[in-house]
């Protein structure tokens, strides 16, 4: 048993960018471990993506069929299930996205293996298994896992945890066509339909930048203020629980206990008040930047950069000087 | 039809949570039933309600304070509650979890059975999927809503995904993890209350479900428990309005290369 496989996800023919990140990780995992790494792709006309995987990894384990356009565990799972037994590798992971937040799991307890949720880091043990290191408690407690015995290790990882590298080689890796045992009758949960939001941004999960407004903003139709400065940073908009109860944005926007966990490399929080449902959720974002019009504001506490002042003012004034500086 | 909904209590979000040593926490005495097992409870009453008839069970596994979630289920509406207790139970991993539950499960008869998203505690969202693949039923997990067919035979579901949302079908029985969004859920009443302390609990251990403390060894093991890293305190950028902003755009190009 011997080898790192990264679960690869695909969205409308491109490789999600936390599957990037983890190919880039689990390179380096597998040399520390001296095994291979073999990225494992589902989907339907995939072919493209393969060929992209087959020079970042050693192998690509490919399942290209009609049944496998929409994700099931039915189908992705009992397949994976089948490849794991038939190649046996020793850890195998995959982004802490919708979809491998639903397939990990199951798929654990069909190989009767370990789990570890939502991790923020992986890294080899003494005894050359993995440490994955995941929050517990909303982030107020970190954890370090280890998989005693079954096999492979699973975990799924959250965007931003490993550094995007170059991984293009001219050497290629084998790519493994995998004919699925499923047919339709035996894929129970059915995706009628799908409706996709139409703002093309990139999730907040997986967004680089984000900006964010709580119930300072007033109002749904001062948004555009925030909108605009996340279009000259590319950024994704987020906001708080208080502003969704409100029916001012989507749900899909929240950030927090009951909403995305984001870890974006830049944070900045407009007029939100910083409740620990709400910090929750921003945790791991590498820098945070805060502006409120109250100087004893709780999101002070975690930012690392603070400005006290009104967001009215303060926002349309640094999307200019954005843009200014970004155009020199 | 018959409905199981999952319960477990967790400590509040509020409540101040430290590791002691590496191996145990030190959790403020604040516990309540889990954010997202409230929604659970709620969707399988209001079922029930619309249908004009079935059964609302809830089960937790726990000890002690497990009893609470329990309670607040029945004071909320449903109809009986169980619990499993056992000592070989106290350090259990999610397989662990869901394999006891599908155990007791199995003897049970049951429609829909309903769960919360994630267990505010672990947040590992493990316990649903896993339990549903014991079981051998489809499962769909974080549903903001859901319909149940009038013939009882299916049921079609919302579930936010990144980007959009997804309607999906799936024939019963089959099990639901509930994500914010799915109700609003009730407050209990005075009444449902009485009824919840009076209310008798069944309880199991494993020898009632035929389960070895072998059967139920946990697949992972917490190595240890640390504090999160202590973010650096605030630099409050102190400059005049518009001196401070463009201090604050110098910072995130220059210093921190963050834009
Ligand atoms: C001191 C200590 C040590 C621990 N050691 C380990 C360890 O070594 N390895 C490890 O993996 N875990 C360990 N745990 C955590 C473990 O006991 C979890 O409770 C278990 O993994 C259940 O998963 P979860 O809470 O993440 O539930 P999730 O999977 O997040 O829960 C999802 C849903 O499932 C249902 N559910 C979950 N648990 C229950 C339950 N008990 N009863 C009824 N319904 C439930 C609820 O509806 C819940 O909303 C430890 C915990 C403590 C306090
Ligand atoms: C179980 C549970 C789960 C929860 N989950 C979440 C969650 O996932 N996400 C979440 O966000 N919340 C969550 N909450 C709610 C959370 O507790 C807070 O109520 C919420 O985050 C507050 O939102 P806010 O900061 O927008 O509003 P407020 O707390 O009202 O803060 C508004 C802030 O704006 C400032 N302000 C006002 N005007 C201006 C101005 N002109 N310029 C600058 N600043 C201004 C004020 O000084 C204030 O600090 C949850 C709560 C519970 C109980």
Sequence with gaps: ?328 | MDILVLVKQVPDTEAIIRAQSDTELDIENKYSLNFFDEFAVEEALRIKEKLGSGKVAVITLGSKKAVDALRRGIAMGADEAFQIEDPALEEIDGYATAKTLAKFIESQGYDVILCGKQAIDDDSGAVGPALAQFLGIPYLTSIVELKIAADKKEARAAREIEGGTEIITCPLPALFTAQKGLNEPRIPQVAGVMKAMKAQIQKFDLKALGLSPEDIRPKTKILKFYPPGKRPPVKMIEEEFPKNVEVLVKILREQEKAI
């Design chain 1, 1 to 328: 048993m011997a080898g790192i496989w990264i679960f690869v996800e695909q969205r409308d023919g491109a490789i999600r960018k936390v599957s990037m990140e983890l190919l880039s990780g689990g390179k380096e995992l597998a040399s520390t471990l001296g095994e291979d790494m073999a990225a494992v792709l589902l989907g339907y006309q995939v072919g493209p993506m393969a060929e992209k995987l087959a020079k970042c990894a050693d192998r690509v384990y490919v399942i290209d069929d009609p049944l496998f356009q929409y994700y099931s565990a039915d189908s992705y799972g009992e397949s994976l299930a089948n490849m794991v037994h038939t190649y046996d590798p020793s850890v195998l992971l995959g982004g802490s996205t919708f979809m491998g937040r639903d397939l990990f799991p199951w798929l654990a307890s069909r190989l009767a293996t370990g789990y570890a949720a939502d991790c923020t880091d992986i890294t080899i043990g003494d005894d050359k298994g993995i440490i994955a290191k995941r929050p517990m408690y909303g982030g107020k407690v970190l954890a370090d896992v280890v998989f005693p015995q079954a096999r492979p290790q699973m975990a799924t990882v959250r965007s931003n945890v490993f550094p995007l590298k170059s991984l293009e080689e001219a050497a290629r890796g084998e790519i493994i066509h995998i004919e699925p045992k499923e047919d339709s009758s035996t894929i129970r949960t059915k995706v009628e339909r799908a409706e996709k939001k139409a703002t093309g941004k990139v999730d907040l999960t997986e967004a680089d930048i984000v900006v964010a407004a709580g119930r300072g903003i007033k109002g749904p139709e001062n948004f555009h203020i925030i909108e605009e400065l996340a279009e000259v940073l590319n950024a994704t908009v987020g906001t708080t629980r208080a502003v969704v109860d409100n029916q001012w944005r989507d749900h899909n926007d929240q950030i927090g206990k009951s909403g995305k966990i984001i870890s974006p490399k830049l944070y900045m929080a407009f007029g939100i008040s910083g409740a620990i449902h709400h910090t929750m959720g921003i945790d791991t974002s590498k820098v945070i930047v805060a502006v409120d019009k109250k100087p004893n504001a709780l999101i002070f506490d975690y930012a690392d950069y603070g400005i006290v002042g009104d967001l009215f003012q303060i926002v349309p004034a640094l999307t200019a000087e954005f843009k200014k500086a970004l155009s020199e």
